[in-house]
């Protein structure tokens, strides 16, 4: 079995048009066995197939691909985990060196 990608007339993936065909099968008019994918196997935004290519090529605009990123909303959860575990563990080293010079073992 394998996965099949359809393009519509003017050659644009249409993603819930694909299908899976027997491999024995042939390959249906409309569509190809080639993922719409960079050669790094991450997915295309506004894929066109060329046939004399027999490739995928992108023709969203940065600008469009932009617009559709999350907006950035400051630091990562992990990030602020991390930055106030920074803070405490500095807080409890003062205390225990606080602890430390009342018991006579260190200057404050």
Do not use: C, H
Request: glycine share 6%; net charge negative.
């Amino acid at each position: 079995m394998k996965l099949i990608y359809k393009y519509d007339s003017n050659l644009n993936y249409m993603p819930l048009e694909n299908t899976v065909i027997s491999n024995n099968d042939p390959i249906p008019k409309g569509y190809t066995d080639i993922p719409p994918t960079y050669p790094d196997g991450t997915g295309m935004y506004k894929p066109v197939f060329d046939k004399n290519k027999l490739e995928w090529r992108e023709t969203a605009t940065q600008e469009y691909i932009d617009s559709l990123q999350p907006p950035n909303s400051g630091p990562s959860p992990i990030d602020l985990f991390k930055k106030q575990n920074a803070l405490l563990s500095l807080q409890i080293a003062r205390l225990q060196a606080d602890v430390e010079a009342l018991k006579g073992g260190g200057a404050l």
